[in-house]
C-alpha cells in the first residue's frame, strides 16, 4: 500500500490485481477533492475491474465530497468498473440513508466484501 496524505486525510491505495482498494482516513472535505480525484483518476486508468472504498476511517464528509462519490459512480459504471463502499461508521451510514445512496451504492462490510470479492480474485 502505498500512503497518500493530505493533511488530514490519507487514502492508502491497495492494488489487488484487477481490484483495487482505496483505503480512506480522516475528513473528506471538499478542500481535499482535487486530491481525491486525481488519486481516482489514477485508479481507473489501471483498468481495474473493482475499485472498493474502505470507509472506516472516514470521520467526516460534506455534501461536496458526497457528490464527488456520486460522480465516481456515474464514472465507474461508464467503464464497467463496480464501485463497492464498505465499512460505512454509524454517522457515514446515516448520512448516506438521508441522501438515499444506498439505493445507488453497492455497500458492505469488510468481511462480506473480503469474502464475496477477494477469495475468489
Known amino acids: 500500500m502505498?500512503?497518500?496524505?493530505?493533511e488530514t486525510l490519507h487514502i492508502q491505495v491497495e492494488n489487488r490485481g484487477r481490484i483495487i482498494i482505496l483505503h480512506f482516513r480522516?475528513?473528506?472535505?471538499a478542500d481535499r477533492?482535487?486530491?481525491?480525484?486525481?488519486?481516482?483518476?489514477e485508479q481507473i486508468a489501471r483498468k481495474p475491474r473493482i475499485i472498493a472504498i474502505n470507509c472506516a476511517g472516514i470521520e467526516h464528509v460534506d455534501?461536496?465530497?458526497?457528490?464527488?462519490?456520486?460522480?465516481?459512480?456515474?464514472?465507474?459504471?461508464?467503464?464497467?468498473?463496480?464501485?463497492?463502499f464498505y465499512d460505512l461508521n454509524p454517522s457515514l451510514q446515516n448520512l448516506f440513508e438521508i441522501a438515499r445512496l444506498q439505493r445507488f451504492f453497492f455497500i458492505t462490510t469488510r468481511e462480506k466484501f473480503e469474502k464475496k470479492f477477494l477469495q475468489t480474485a
Do not use: C, H, Q, Y
Not at 2 to 6: G, K, W
Open 2 to 6: 502505498l500512503p497518500i496524505v493530505n
Open 26 to 29: 480522516g475528513d473528506f472535505f
Open 63 to 84: 455534501s461536496s465530497s458526497l457528490s464527488t462519490l456520486v460522480k465516481f459512480l456515474n464514472e465507474a459504471m461508464e467503464k464497467n468498473i463496480r464501485l463497492i
Open 33 to 41: 477533492l482535487n486530491d481525491v480525484e486525481k488519486i481516482w483518476r
